[in-house]
């Protein structure tokens, strides 16, 4: 496909693309004005945009043809379009980089209209060339390969670096403003919207006109979708960063042919970026064919917070790391360096300072990891990631202890149900209770209702087991056990029975639950001992011949029955205890387990350094 001129006014174009000599009519009257016909011969209109039409002239002068901007008639009121015209040609012409295309001379037409002339380029914008390698197109394939784009962007990250350290800032870096040609030549236009800002500007000698109207409430400076989120608010002050998103933006496009922002209403597109556009997430997703490092700076580059964003001149140099392929240059090396640097004194603040949701340490692992991506050599960086790895912080980061507090939580319910069946497993024991042949019925009710309130109690702490709830069921459970005193006294099968019942509640507690489930359990045994002794309730122990004669209050005890009940309660706690503290042990294997397969992971990732060693570390 042939290249078309196109215009260099592309902010508020009709979109239409570029128009070619021999489709647009020219006005041979406004050609040959009087202002530049003895040395301009005029040869056909390039294109218009919103505020200025380029036409193409040839320099009887210098005998070279030469693109010459004029603002448009209908324009000739506002002073602002005079100020940003005026603008563009001022910041154009001292931007002398060759991604810029070079201002020659500037005037006035008779009739007032501003001109200036300057190079005339020829090649394709992004905006032109994406969509076509997007569809699959093999003849834009076959020209415009990847790496020809990337390095087309390098070189336009560094013409925006360069006018950064003039104090410009473009504002409206997108696919239209940069063309690339068939003999290697970038170019990066329209400077309409440029502000400036600092000490850059005026070592230039920059006296450009104001532009009020640009910070003005609800005006939007810049093309939505490549807009940074924060200079889409009113009033906001331009800013390099705002220029590097945009840069993230376009460099998002030729990585994923699809845009960061899509198409919409202008509403839509700005909540999208300010809301973010996941683009880690979604350059994460296509790992297999984006290069790690030009997805994560690409990603930084995108993101909503401006102090995480590299500059125009960082974000050109990683893509040219890429393009040049030496995992062991000099350049690359230093790099790694200075990231291991911040990843020393961030591991240094986070062990001496306060880091409570280990975003310190967080930061320190990024570095390392960073730098092992530009020099996977770099012993340094290996050994302070494994000294973050074998050390970690003091505190449970919020993610690991939100982790760990879901998985508690899932252990407890699990161990709250079994508890729960195992009170419920006491009608079992209903057989053998009415064949002894009952004393009272209404005992019988008691002990069983006290079983399945404990039950119950669990079963509702299982549905949500929050603190309370938890503490709750737990005393409830213990305190059910009471009227077991009733069957062989306190001090026989209760004992036995709240042993039973304590492993599963005291598996997952903290220490100040283990003594409240303490203190429950030893007065359900001591307080029906103390009340038998005080008289207020029958005595199920008297002595006699310095032997103890048990007297149930619930059932008639002859020798068979007294035996096997003895035996199927004492066998039913031991299964019973078997059976949780089994449970509890199979989680905490699984835990530990997966603990170890962790570590073994980890220690895959540093050469040197074994599981064991982290282990040994850890525990230390």
């Not at 350290?165 to 068939?182: A, E, Y």
């Not at 982790?403 to 407890?412: G, I, K, N, V």
Request: with cysteine; hydrophobic share 45%.
């Amino acid at each position: 496909m042939a290249n078309k001129d196109v215009s260099l006014e592309t902010a508020g174009a009709s979109g239409d693309g570029p128009l070619d000599v021999e489709n647009h009519p020219f006005d041979a009257d406004t050609a040959q004005h009087a202002a530049f016909a003895p040395r301009y011969e005029g040869r056909g209109v390039l294109g218009e945009g919103g505020m200025g039409e380029v036409r193409l002239y040839f320099d009887q002068r210098m005998g070279r043809e030469v693109a010459m901007k004029v603002l448009l008639p209908r324009c000739a009121d506002s002073k602002e379009m005079h100020a940003r015209f005026e603008r563009e040609a001022l910041v154009q012409g001292r931007l002398e980089h060759p991604v810029v295309v070079p201002v020659y001379e500037k005037g006035h037409t008779s009739s007032g209209l501003p001109w200036f002339t300057m190079k005339r380029i020829r090649g394709e914008t992004l905006e032109q060339i994406l969509p076509r390698l997007a569809a699959g197109d093999p003849e834009t394939k076959r020209r415009f390969p990847q790496h020809q784009l990337l390095r087309a962007f390098a070189q336009a990250c560094r013409a925006v670096d360069f006018a950064h350290s003039r104090g410009v800032i473009h504002c409206d870096l997108k696919p239209s403003n940069m063309m690339l040609g068939d003999f290697g030549e970038v170019y990066v236009l329209d400077w309409g919207l440029a502000q400036w800002r600092g000490d850059g500007a005026r070592s230039m000698d920059l006296e450009l006109p104001p532009l009020p109207e640009l910070n003005a409430p609800g005006r939007l400076v810049g093309t939505p979708g490549y807009v940074a989120p924060e200079q889409a608010k009113e009033g906001a002050e331009a800013a390099p960063s705002g220029d590097v998103y945009s840069l993230g933006a376009i460099l998002f496009e030729i990585l994923m042919h699809e845009r960061l922002v899509e198409r919409g209403p202008l509403r839509e597109q700005l909540k999208a970026a300010r809301n973010g556009t996941r683009a880690a997430a979604r350059l994460g997703a296509r790992r297999d064919t984006i290069p790690a490092e030009l997805a994560e700076v690409c990603a930084d580059a995108a993101r909503r917070t401006v102090s995480a964003r590299p500059s125009a001149g960082a974000l050109a140099e990683t893509v040219e790391l890429y393009l040049a392929g030496d995992q062991r240059s000099e350049e690359r090396q230093h790099r790694a360096a200075e990231h291991v640097e911040r990843a020393q004194a961030a591991a240094h603040e986070a062990r001496e300072g306060d880091d409570p949701h280990g975003q310190k340490h967080r930061r320190a692992i990024h570095e390392t990891i960073r730098a092992l991506r530009l020099d996977a050599n770099n012993i340094a960086a290996a050994e302070t990631l494994a000294g973050l790895l074998i050390d970690p912080p003091h505190t449970l980061p919020y993610e690991a202890r939100t982790t760990l507090e879901e998985e508690t939580s899932r252990w407890l319910k699990d161990s709250l149900w079994s508890s729960a069946v195992a009170r419920f497993s006491w009608l079992a024991y209903l057989p053998v209770v009415m064949w002894a042949g009952l004393k009272d019925v209404r005992l019988l009710v008691l002990l069983l209702g006290s079983a399945a309130i404990g039950g119950l109690a669990q079963m509702w702490a299982h549905q949500k087991p929050t603190r309370g709830r938890v503490d709750l069921a737990a005393v409830i459970l213990m305190v059910s056990v009471a009227p077991t005193a009733m069957v062989l006294g306190p001090l026989w099968i209760t004992p036995i029975v709240a042993l039973a019942a304590m492993p599963v509640v005291v598996a997952f507690a903290d220490a100040r639950r283990r003594l409240l489930v303490l203190a429950s359990g030893a007065l359900t045994i001591a307080l029906p001992a103390v009340f038998e002794w005080r008289g207020w309730i029958p005595e199920s122990y008297t002595f006699v011949d310095g032997g103890m004669l048990v007297r149930s209050q619930l059932m008639q005890l002859d020798a068979t029955t007294t035996h096997l009940l003895v035996l199927i309660l004492s066998l039913g706690a031991l299964v019973t205890s078997l059976i949780l503290v089994g449970r509890a042990r199979d989680i905490f294997l699984r835990s530990t387990m997966r603990h170890h397969l962790e570590l073994w992971q980890l220690a895959q990732l540093i050469p040197g350094i074994r599981a064991k060693d982290i282990g040994r570390r850890k525990q230390s």
